[in-house]
T-cell receptor, first 114, second 115 residues
Framework: DSGVTQTPKHLITATGQRVTLRCSPR?????VYWYQQSLDQGLQFLIQ???????AKGNILERFSAQQFPDLHSELNLSSLELGDSALYFC?????????????FGPGTRLLVL | AQKITQTQPGMFVQEKEAVTLDCTYD???????LFWYKQPSSGEMIFLIY??????QNATEGRYSLNFQKARKSANLVISASQLGDSAMYFC????????????FGAGTRLTVKP
């Protein structure tokens, strides 16, 4: 158990809908990262927050947004869902933003868009 | 742009034997971190081992060791005394100190341990 929690574990929804994925980092970790894992794209970095502020953006679509709250939990919002958004979404956390800091991953949310 | 290459889509190893999973990377930065993660069929990503670009010694964590060859830009994972529970996908990843703060992953290697 990494200490990172994600809810829900599974999500099935329809095209055009909007969903929210939630992540609680390890106790004491200030940095949260979101990743998408799909069969065709592999593991891709989406976005990073550090202590409530956005720090880095990767291959995140405009239909996707995220935020980190004062209690450090984070939410990833996916809207106008398409079939291709079906993937495993991971949240990871680390204590700082340093490159050598290990990121610990949550169990993931498996999203299926029908 | 940094790139991680894992050339072995699948590997087989006999239980109790050692196996090496290959990883090469491409970066123009001098300072970076290299990571290996394990993803069993249940889906979670489990951190295994870390190597910093300035570390002079190869990293070791229990049965895992990292064969780091900086000049060749390779960071191969060695698993000794393989166990059935080692069957999983293994991902190599890199993060540059001066980069975008993102961690880039290779395509992964599926390891199967045979009894």
């Amino acid at each position: 158990d990494s200490g990172v929690t994600q809810t829900p574990k599974h999500l099935i929804t329809a095209t055009g809908q909007r969903v929210t994925l939630r992540c609680s980092p390890r106790s004491g970790d200030l940095s949260v990262y979101w990743y998408q894992q799909s069969l065709d794209q592999g593991l891709q970095f989406l976005i990073q927050y550090y202590n409530g502020e956005e720090r880095a953006k990767g291959n995140i679509l405009e239909r996707f947004s995220a935020q980190q709250f004062p209690d450090l939990h984070s939410e990833l919002n996916l809207s106008s869902l398409e079939l291709g958004d079906s993937a495993l979404y991971f949240c990871a956390s680390s204590g700082s933003i340093e490159a050598q800091e290990t990121q610990y991953f949550g169990p993931g949310t498996r999203l299926l868009v029908l | 742009a940094q790139k991680i290459t894992q050339t072995q889509p699948g590997m087989f190893v006999q239980e109790k034997e050692a196996v090496t999973l290959d990883c090469t990377y491409d970066t123009s930065d001098q300072s970076y971190g290299l990571f290996w993660y394990k993803q069993p069929s249940s889906g979670e990503m489990i951190f295994l081992i870390y190597q910093g670009s300035y570390d002079e010694q190869n990293a070791t964590e229990g049965r895992y060791s990292l064969n780091f060859q900086k000049a060749r830009k390779s960071a191969n994972l060695v698993i000794s005394a393989s166990q059935l529970g080692d069957s999983a996908m293994y991902f190599c990843a890199m993060r540059e100190v001066l980069g975008n703060n993102d961690m880039r992953f290779g395509a992964g290697t599926r390891l199967t341990v045979k009894p």
